[in-house]
């Protein structure tokens, strides 16, 4: 398995932005797709995002079409997921995750079999 850590949540206002970023200290991470994925209380996960392992290819959920940009910093190698216009309804608990690079991109639960820590996203005035 793939250790993961996302970094980059906190509180912000509605309407305003954060950035997530996803690492892995061991692993180089355009061997995987890589998916964020979020979990808010009395609710079940729900995929946001992923992104494909060599050929940058991108998918969104339509809750975040249009306000979340998910991409690579092979540099750094890092996955991150770029959030404007925040609604308050983005609130959760946000994991990032790894799936074999060789699969379908997606962002079914079953395939992502390394996940992060979680980090905390809080949307509110």
């Known amino acids: 398995q793939v250790q993961l850590v996302e970094s980059g949540g906190g509180l912000v206002q509605p309407g305003g932005s954060l950035r997530l970023s996803c690492s892995a200290p061991?692993?180089?991470?355009?061997?995987?797709?890589i998916g964020w994925f979020r979990h808010a209380p009395g609710q079940e996960r729900e995929g946001v995002s992923c992104i494909s392992g060599r050929d940058n290819k991108t998918y969104y959920a339509d809750s975040v079409k249009g306000r979340f940009t998910i991409s690579r910093d092979n540099a750094k190698n890092t996955v991150d997921l770029q959030m404007n216009s925040l609604k308050p309804e983005d609130t959760a608990v946000y994991y990032c995750?790894?799936?074999?690079?060789?699969?379908?991109?997606?962002?079914?639960?079953?395939?992502?079999?390394?996940w992060g820590q979680g980090t905390q996203v809080t949307v509110s005035s």
């Open positions: 061991r692993f180089t991470l355009d061997y995987y797709i």
């Open positions: 995750a790894a799936a074999p690079g060789y699969l379908g991109l997606g962002l079914s639960l079953s395939p992502y079999n390394s």
